[in-house]
Nanobody, 121 residues
Framework: VRLVESGGGLVQAGGSLRLSCAAT?????MAWFRQGPGKEREFVGI????????YYADSVRGRFTISKDNAKNTVHLQMDRLNSDDTAVYYC??????????????????WGRGTQVTVSS
C-alpha cells in the first residue's frame, strides 16, 4: 500500500485547509501525524476502518475533522481556524489489516511522505 498526501500549502492564520491521503489499495484504520520545525512527530488524529470512530489530539480537537471515503481509499483532514502552531509537515499513516484504533496508538504499517502546511500570522 502506498500513501500519497496532497492539499498542503500556505494559509493565513484563521484560515482553513483540507488535506487528502489516497491509498493505492485498501487501507483500514488511518491516521494523521505532523512534525513541526524543531519538534518531534506528534499524533493529530485517527479514524477507524469504517469511519465510525475518531480520536483527536487535544491541540486540534474542535478545529480539525478526519473523514474517510472507503470507495476511494482516501482519508481527509479538514483543518479550520489554523494558527502558527499548526505549521508542520503532515503525514498520513494506515493499517494494512484490521486493528482496533485507540487514541494512543502510534504504530502503523504504512506511511506517506508528507505534505507541508505553513500558517502565516
Amino acid at each position: 500500500v502506498r500513501l500519497v498526501e496532497s492539499g498542503g500549502g500556505l494559509v493565513q492564520a484563521g484560515g482553513s485547509l483540507r488535506l487528502s491521503c489516497a491509498a493505492t489499495s485498501g487501507a483500514y484504520g488511518m491516521a494523521w501525524f505532523r512534525q513541526g520545525p524543531g519538534k518531534e512527530r506528534e499524533f493529530v488524529g485517527i479514524i477507524s476502518w469504517n469511519g465510525a470512530l475518531t480520536y483527536y489530539a487535544d491541540s486540534v480537537r474542535g478545529r480539525f475533522t478526519i473523514s474517510k471515503d472507503n470507495a476511494k481509499n482516501t482519508v481527509h483532514l479538514q483543518m479550520d481556524r489554523l494558527n502558527s502552531d499548526d505549521t508542520a509537515v503532515y503525514y498520513c499513516a494506515a493499517d494494512g489489516s484490521y486493528r482496533s484504533i485507540t487514541p494512543t496508538r502510534r504504530q502503523f504499517d504504512y506511511w506517506g511522505r508528507g505534505t507541508q502546511v505553513t500558517v502565516s500570522s
